[in-house]
Every structure is written in C-alpha cells, then in structure tokens.
C-alpha cells in the first residue's frame, strides 16, 4: 500500500484516483485557492492544500510540489496528462528524493520529449518519419533550403509542442519567411524552447495512433489503435477504436502497432505510453511523436480491450506484475467513440468560460462519462476547456454511433455553452457514418455551419446572454 500524489486535477485526477482506490493504495488529492471544491477530492482518500491560484504558482511548481511530499509522506506521484507529466526535470528530481515516478523512466521521457530527439530516435529504431528535418533547424535561411528540397506545403514544429500548439503550414518560400520568426516566437512563449523542425505537410492525412504499455522487466505491449483524425486547431475532438480508415486491414494493423512496439523497445520504454503516426491516402504512415503518459482518450482502449490502462501503469511503476501475460491476451472486441465535451462555443470552437449550474445525464446502456462537473464548478480561462468525455462502447461502429448521438442527446449542462451541439452534428454527418474522413473534416465539410440551435440551446444562450450582461 502506498501514498501516492495526484498532482494534477479535473476529470483525469478522478481516473488516477479510482484506479488507485481500486489497487488498495492511498490517493491524495491536491486543492488549490481557486479550486476548493474540485470534483477530484471526493474520490481521494486524502487531500492536501497546494497555496496559489495560476498554474505556475501550483500544478507546474516542483519545489511547492516537493514540499508537500515530505510533508506528507508521499511514496509516489502520478502527474495525469499536461503539467508536469512530460517533464524529465520532475521526473529526475522524484527519483533522486526516492519518489515513484507513475511514468516512464526519466531517459525514456528524454528521448521523446523533444520532437526533434525523438525523431532521430525513430530513425535509428528503423521506423519511417515524416520527411524533413532530422534535428532543430536554426535559422531561416536553412529552413528555406529544406522546405525547397522536400516540397510544399511544409509544417513549421516547435519542438517542444504539444496541445495543437506551435505548428504552422506554409505553402511557399514567401509563406515560410512569414512565418519562421513568428513560431519561434510563439515557442519560446508557450514551451520556453524557441526550437523549431521543418516537416512535410501530409496531405488528406489520418491521425492514427498505437497505444503503448510497458513493464519494467522489458516486455513492451500494444493495445491496437485510435484514430484521433476529428480536429480543430490541431487537436483531437472525437477519436475512435478501431481506426474506420485501418477497417480489415489485419496486415496494416499488424504493422503500425508493431513498428510502434519496436519504437518504444528502442527507447527502453517502461510504463503506459503512445506512439503517434500521420497516415496518407496510400496507407503509408509515418512516425509524429510519442507521448510518454497517459493520453486523454485513453478510455476507447479500455473499451475494446477491457485492459485498465491506468491501472496497469501503476502496476508497472511499482514493479507489479501486469494484469496479462503476453501480447496474445490482448484482443479488441467492438468499437468505442470519444467525444470531448468542452466548455466552448460550438460554432467559432473558442473557448467560452462560464459557471456550470447544474447537468443531467439520461445515457443509453453502454455509456461511459469521464467528467469534473459540479454545480458552481466555474471554468475560468486558467483551466482547460475540456470538462468531460463522453464515451460510448457498442459491438460495432454502427452500434456505438447510435449510442453517442443517444448519449449526447442525453447529456445537459446548463448555464455555460458547450461544444454538444456540434459534436451531434458531426456524429449525425454523412462523412463522419461512413468513416471517410481526414484531418482536414472540420475545414472541408465545415459542421459548425449545420450546429442548429434548438429551442433549449436558445433558452440556454438567452441565460448566458443575461448573465453577461449582469456581469457588465
Ligand atoms: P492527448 O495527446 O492526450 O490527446 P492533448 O494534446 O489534448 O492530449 O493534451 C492533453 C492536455 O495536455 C491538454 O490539456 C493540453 O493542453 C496539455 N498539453 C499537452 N502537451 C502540452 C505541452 N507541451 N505543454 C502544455 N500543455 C500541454
Ligand atoms: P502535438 O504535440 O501538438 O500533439 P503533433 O505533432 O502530434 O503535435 O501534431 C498534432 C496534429 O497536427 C496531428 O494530429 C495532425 O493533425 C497535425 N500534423 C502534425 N504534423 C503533421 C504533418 N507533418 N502533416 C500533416 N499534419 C500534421
Ligand atoms: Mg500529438
């Protein structure tokens, strides 16, 4: 039995939570000023009081982090996904306080931590990467020889990235001007790192990804594939399990997910973790990047494969042994679709923070809600839009469509806008039934423009609209 931190917060310090409840450990959750009534604490055994507001003063402060450890007694930390999850530093400075780190060892985290090592990584693992450039490019004048050499459109990558964030198209030389300086910039802001890659814009491409686990005796697990191709700003809205684009393509699947196994062997990868692919028209998938924590929609996969992700990664930092014992236990059974329910506007898709003040929940048999939601709980712009994920499990696509448009029907959340009504169109939408789309579905079939706004959207807008006003 042991102590272990939570050091994060929302819908993904619940999961951490049950999951610890569930093997017998001792979760603690952290509050902060703002947040004192965060809808984690009730699943936490304990709770400690993490002093500040702003994510700097808290979520991202190893030494406050640190302190709170020894005071506590805490044996182990699980960092949940974004803050401090992907960072070696913290990792390092766990390990040298004889903490647990619940994710990989800090060389692995190293390795695939920057976009530009990471690749270099998977080229020597012999696993195809996108074209580009190998390693940082420094100035622009060198950025503009690559770009002429491999092609346009070309994408401008901070190396530090992550969340959609720091990536630019460019479709000339005019264009790669234009915008060099900008996202080194916009880098050096967002992930103190101004370095930036140069890689080739994929045309008509699939976000396709393996999902990884690892012990730590060397044996390196898949558990099949999401695609994540339902995008906006670069960032995964819907994702599903099995890939629609893979369908019965036993060969292909065979491939990514063992070229992904390979990567993560390479790297000497030992907990949960996943490799990111682009994949072409022509089938042909290249390496983007690894995330080496537990990922956001993680839960499709444990639908189809019945594998407790999170579980497991705790297993696997304590040395415990894996709920399976080899790569034949693991089979997929059905198909599982995420939506992520996010305080935005469903139309312009920009964050829209509010007051939630109250929900409800009908759900069809099969229904799986991942939330933070609490009456009072108020979005500010500090958190991350994402309030919920609505995930739904059926023995075949068609089934878990009709469950998720039913779901979401089902799911109202009152006092603040959301992006339901335009996750409902998409689910509903030709494209999207017949799993024929890309990431480029948002820009191409433009769902915003069918979001209607029904007669208790309206009412629902009219509130807001009063509140706002009231807040005038
Ligand atoms: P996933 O890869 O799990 O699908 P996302 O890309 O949506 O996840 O990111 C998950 C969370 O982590 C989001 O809150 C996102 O803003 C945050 N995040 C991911 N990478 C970074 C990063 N490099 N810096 C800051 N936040 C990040
Ligand atoms: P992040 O760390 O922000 O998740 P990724 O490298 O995983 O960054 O890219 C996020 C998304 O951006 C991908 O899912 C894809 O839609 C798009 N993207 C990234 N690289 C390319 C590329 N070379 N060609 C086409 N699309 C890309
Ligand atoms: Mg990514």
């Known amino acids: 039995m042991k102590r272990v931190l939570i050091a994060n917060r929302g819908e993904i310090a619940i999961r951490v939570a049950k999951a610890l409840n569930e093997l017998g450990h001792v979760s603690v959750g952290i509050w902060t000023d703002n947040e004192p009534e965060a809808a984690h604490l009730e699943y936490c055994k304990e709770w400690v009081h993490l002093q500040g507001s702003s994510n700097r003063e808290t979520y991202l402060n190893v030494p406050k982090i640190l302190e709170l450890i020894k005071k506590y007694k805490i044996d182990a930390v699980h960092p949940g996904y974004g803050f401090l999850s992907e960072n070696a530093e913290f990792s390092r400075t766990l390990e040298k306080n004889g903490v647990t780190f619940i994710g990989p060892n800090t060389k692995a ?25 190998t390693g940082e490019v420094p100035t622009v004048a060198e950025a503009i020889k690559l770009c002429n050499s491999i092609g346009y459109p070309v994408l401008l990558k901070a190396v530090a990235g992550g969340g959609g964030k720091g990536m630019r198209p460019c479709y000339s030389e005019a264009d790669v001007k234009i915008n060099f300086e900008a996202v080194q910039r916009e880098a050096l802001s967002s992930f103190g790192n101004a370095g930036l890659l140069v890689e080739k814009y994929v045309q008509n491409p699939h976000h396709i990804e393996v999902q990884i686990l690892a012990d730590k005796k060397g044996n390196v697990y898949h558990l099949f594939e999401r695609e994540c191709s339902i995008q906006r700003r670069h960032q995964k809205i819907i994702e599903e399990a099995p890939s629609p684009f893979i369908g019965n393509d036993e060969a292909l699947r065979k491939n ?3 070229t992904a196994v390979k990567l993560a062997q390479a790297v000497g990868y030992d907990s949960a973790g996943t490799v990111e692919f682009i994949m072409g028209d022509d089938r042909k998938f290249y390496f983007l990047e690894m995330n080496t924590r537990i990922q956001v ?8 494969t019945g594998v407790d992700l999170v579980a497991n990664m705790i297993k696997s930092a304590f040395g415990d042994a894996l709920d399976f014992k080899s790569q034949s236990d693991i089979t997929i059974k059905g198909h599982a679709i995420e939506c992520r329910i996010c305080a935005e506007d469903p139309i312009s898709m920009l964050p829209a923070p509010g007051k939630i003040a109250g929900f409800e929940t009908t759900f069809p048999q099969g229904i799986r809600f991942d939330h933070c939601l609490y009456q009072n709980f108020e979005i500010t712009a500090d958190f991350d839009p994402m309030i919920g994920k609505l995930i739904a499990r059926g023995l075949t696509r068609e089934v878990a469509i009709r469950k998720t448009l039913n779901a979401l029907d089902g799911l109202l959340i009152d006092g603040l806008k959301t992006n339901i009504p335009l996750l409902k169109v998409i689910v509903a939408e030709e494209a999207f039934r017949g799993g024929h789309y890309t990431t480029h579905y948002i820009a191409s079939v433009k769902p915003q423009e069918k979001v209607s706004v029904t007669e208790s959207e ?3 807008m009219e509130k807001v609209a009063s509140m706002e006003m009231g807040a005038l």
Request: proline share 8%; glycine share 8%.
């Open 109 to 133: 985290i190293e390795a695939m931590g920057d976009k530009a090592i990471s690749k270099q990584w998977a080229e020597k693992a012999g696993v195809p990467v996108v074209p580009g450039s």
């Open 256 to 258: 990514i997910c063992e």
């Open 458 to 460: 309206v009412k629902l």
């Open 297 to 304: 929609e993680h839960p499709i996969t444990e639908e189809i």
